[in-house]
Every structure is written in C-alpha cells, then in structure tokens.
C-alpha cells in the first residue's frame, strides 16, 4: 500500500505513535497505528524532488501504479506531487485509517518546507551519505535499530519494487508466527532482501542506529515541523519542540564524551583516532539539527555562501555542508559567543575534503588504474590503489571509502611533485597546502577539545576564502569534470 506524502515530516507523527504505542493519542492516529501494524514489510523512498529530478517524476506517475500492484502486505512511503490527487483506495479497509491520518495531518501544514534540506538531514540521520540517494529503507518494524538500504534510480525501481512485494508477501506468515520476536522477524526480512533480484540491481547496505528508527525519523521530523511556524496543528508542534531540546541535548553530551575519549589518546596529527568518525557523523548531525530550527529565517539571517565559495564550482552536497556549517555559526553567534563552534567547523571541513576527495584524490587514483569514470566515488573490485600506506580504492562494492583529510593532506605534502601538480592544473600548491593544513588543524581540534571557539571558526572560513580567492576551487572543478565524464555537477 502506498502513502504519497507532500513533505517528510507526517513520518514524525507515524514514527512517534509507533514507539509509544501507550501514549495517548488522537482517534486518527490510533486507528491507523492499529492498521499499520497488519503491514510486514515497511519501505521509505527517500529522494531530494530537485537534485533527483527525473527520478521524482518516475515515482510521482507511477505512484498509484505501485499502490495498487503492491498488495496489502507493503507500506511504502514517498513523495510525489499534488498527492491530494492520488485518490487511492486499500485492499483492505484499514488503509483508509492510515490515509485519512495522513491527510489530516498533511492539510494543517500551512508552510512548505525545504524538501532537497529535509532529504539531506533524514539521510545523515540515518546514517546514510547523502551521495546514496536515491535510496530505499526497508526494515520489519520502526521500533528496531537496524534496516537495510539500498540505492535505487528511475531505470531499476520498478524491478526493485516488484522484488519487495514477493518479499512482503512471505514476510506476511513470518509477521504472524508468535514463537519469532521482532529482532528475529527482522533477521528473516534481511536474508529475503540479500537473496532477492535487488542485489542485482545495487548493493545492499547494513543500516544500524543507537535509536530506534522511529525515534530517528521523528527526532530530524521534529526540527523540520518546529521550524514549520505557522503550523496549527498544535498537538504535534508541541510535541515535536520537546523532542528537539531533548534531542540536542542528548546529542551533545555524547559528542562531548567521545571527545573525552579522544583526549586521552596520543596520537599523531596525521592519524585518525577509531573514534573521529563516530564524533563526525555526530557533529554533522547535530549542525543539521541546529540549521533546520533557522528554516523559516528571513533573508537577512541567512549568510551569503556564495560570498566565500562560488557554489557552481562544488557539488550538491559540498554546497550543504557549507550552507549549514555557515548558518549553524551564524545561529550560535545569535545566542552566545562562548558556545562551541565544532559542529559548524567539521561540516565546513567536510566540504573542503569531499571536493578533495572528489578531484585531486581522484587524479591519483586514475594514476593507479582506477577506471573513471566508471568508478568515480565507487569502489574498484580487484584493484589496488596504495600510496604511502594510504589506500584509495577502501571500501566494498556498495560504498566506496575515501581517504580522511590528514592522509590525503600527507599524499599533498610529501608525495606530490611539482610536475604533478601542473599536471593536475593547480597553479599554487604551495598556497592549497597551507590553507589544507589550517583546515586540517582545526578539524583535529574540534575533535579534540571540548570546545571550538568562534576565533576558529573564523580560521576556516578564511583558509576558504583564501583558497576561492585565489580560483583553487575552480581549478578542483576541473579535474572533477575530467573524472565525473558525463556527470553533471
């Protein structure tokens, strides 16, 4: 059964029911909660309508197809256009439960929000890079920590959609056997998904999260529906700014202890603590928490990105992580100058290596055979790409693993001739180096200290400025075109 939605945020209100089943709740949501616990198999497509374009007007058409074809064991979520036309109906009564929820809800949304910002946020919350997108999450219950993911595009969907259905419909008998619990039900979803057509079409990807997924998709919902001003539907407005001080505070003080850890390791500047990336992944998104309250700002909140990095020479996803690692530092210097900058000083770092990553760490990988662009920010089966222990081909079919900032900052400084560099097109490797270990520097700090200042912000956004000023940036661009091919930017 199909749900289209308008925006992400009614998963809130379906994921909140889901987890607290003893909460009291509306007469709408605990009808449809009880009709959504006859589904075996629950599928969220998750997709950005503007950088997915061709892939959102396939799922928009064939929506009501895929309702109706996917029988009564599927519940799939997904955005479409104009979905107030989609007059679908269930097999069963009890979808009209689920629907009319939906509907409810969706109509007392007075204010759009960013849908291209919301697929960006859900993903990292799930742990999911943004560069995975489109993709589909599969699990058995929301109530469970772990899922599967897989990615999917407007040529496969329709293969991948038919495997889920065959793959509910088992799921159907296994839901219903009492001597199973819900991790075992789960286990039994996963070896269906690793033995379907799917594995044909993409990689299948472990998905595994400290909370429920219910309480992940409600946790990035409620910042998106707080910063849904204007909403009237108060009970879930409500709601939904509880959860978000709840969620920023529990999110900071496990960062804040990771970084304890860290402190107590000695290690060298160029080596990655097993920790950074947990600490990463966690600053990241805590930023997107924080930007997502500033949502409905007026212009004169936001901060000119364009200003310190042109944006047409970055790719989609650099330009958010610099949207929101700026703006997150324009919300806290609105509150307190002695807060901590390091959630906004990691995002503009993760900008700086994913445009790193994504053109001059791809030069040396064309130098070790690496087929481009076959294999542009893909893994390579069977190849090797090894320069000074730093290997550039990590990762597994599904997901390719690029090196961190200090290992490729080490390649740049120590391995990297001139005549490489001219080769490359950057015209002054002694001023990207400089600047890179700047940046380099400060991100080690915010993984370190407890606090970041805004002094060190400061740092990274002129080590940027620097860099755009003098057209490094446009120079990365370049050798991103070589190795993207077709690709576009």
């Not at 036309?85 to 009890?94: A, D, I, N, S, Y």
């Not at 069977?382 to 599904?398: C, E, F, R, W």
Request: charge should be negative; hydrophobic fraction near 35%; include cysteine.
């Amino acid at each position: 059964m199909g749900f289209p939605l308008t925006s992400y945020t009614v998963l809130k209100y379906i994921a909140d029911g889901e987890e607290d089943r003893n909460r009291k709740n509306s007469t709408e949501m605990e009808l449809a909660l009880e009709s959504l616990q006859e589904y075996s198999v629950f599928a969220f497509i998750i997709h950005d309508p503007t950088i997915h374009a061709n892939f959102h007007r396939l799922l928009s058409k064939q929506f009501e197809d895929f309702h109706y074809s996917s029988g009564a064991n599927l519940a799939f979520f997904g955005l479409v256009d104009s979905p107030y036309k989609l007059e679908l109906e269930g097999v069963r009564p009890f979808y009209q439960d689920v629907r009319e929820m939906v509907q409810l809800y969706e109509k007392q949304q007075n204010n759009k929000v960013d849908l291209s910002y919301s697929a960006f946020a859900l993903a990292n919350n799930l742990g999911i890079s943004p560069e995975m997108l489109p993709a589909i999450v599969v699990t058995h219950d929301t109530r469970l920590k772990s899922f599967k993911y897989f990615q999917t595009d407007e040529n496969v969907l329709d293969k991948q959609f038919n495997s889920l259905i065959g793959i509910s419909n088992r799921m159907n008998a296994i839901r219903r056997n009492e001597s199973l619990n819900l991790v075992e039900k789960q286990e039994k979803l996963f070896e269906l998904l690793e033995a379907a057509e799917i594995k044909y079409t993409s990689h299948m990807m472990d998905g595994k999260i400290s909370e429920t997924l219910a309480r992940s998709l409600s946790d990035i919902m409620s910042f998106l529906i707080n910063s849904n001003t204007t909403s009237v539907y108060s009970p879930v407005k409500s709601m939904a700014k509880k959860q978000l001080n709840q969620a920023i505070t529990k999110l900071s003080a496990v960062i804040n202890h990771l970084k304890k850890e860290v402190n107590k390791s000695n290690i060298d500047e160029d080596e990655v603590h097993h920790l950074y990336p947990f600490i990463e992944e966690l600053s990241i998104k805590l930023a997107t928490f924080l930007r997502m309250i500033q949502l409905n700002k007026t212009e004169m909140d936001s901060m000119e990105h364009s200003t310190l990095v042109k944006t047409e020479w970055l790719d989609t996803f650099s330009q958010r992580y610099l949207q929101t690692g700026l703006d997150v530092a324009l919300y806290l210097q609105s509150r307190n100058t002695s807060l901590d900058y390091s959630a906004s000083v990691i995002c503009l770092s993760k900008m700086f290596e994913k445009e790193i990553n994504n053109s001059i760490v791809h030069w040396l990988r064309s130098q070790h055979q690496i087929e481009l662009p076959d294999y542009y920010n893909k893994y390579q089966p069977g190849k090797t790409a090894l320069i000074s222990d730093v290997n550039l081909n990590k990762g597994n079919p599904g997901k390719w693993l690029p090196p961190e900032l200090g290992r490729s900052k080490y390649i740049a400084e120590k391995v990297l001739n001139q005549e490489d560099w001219g080769e490359m097109g950057i015209e002054n490797p002694k001023l990207l180096i400089n600047n890179w270990v700047t940046i380099h520097r400060i991100r080690n700090k915010a993984a370190h200290s407890e606090n970041v200042f805004f002094s060190d912000f400061t740092n990274v956004k002129k080590a940027l400025y620097t860099l755009s000023s003098n057209k490094i940036f446009e120079q990365l661009y370049s050798l991103k075109v070589i190795y993207q091919g077709e690709k576009t930017i």
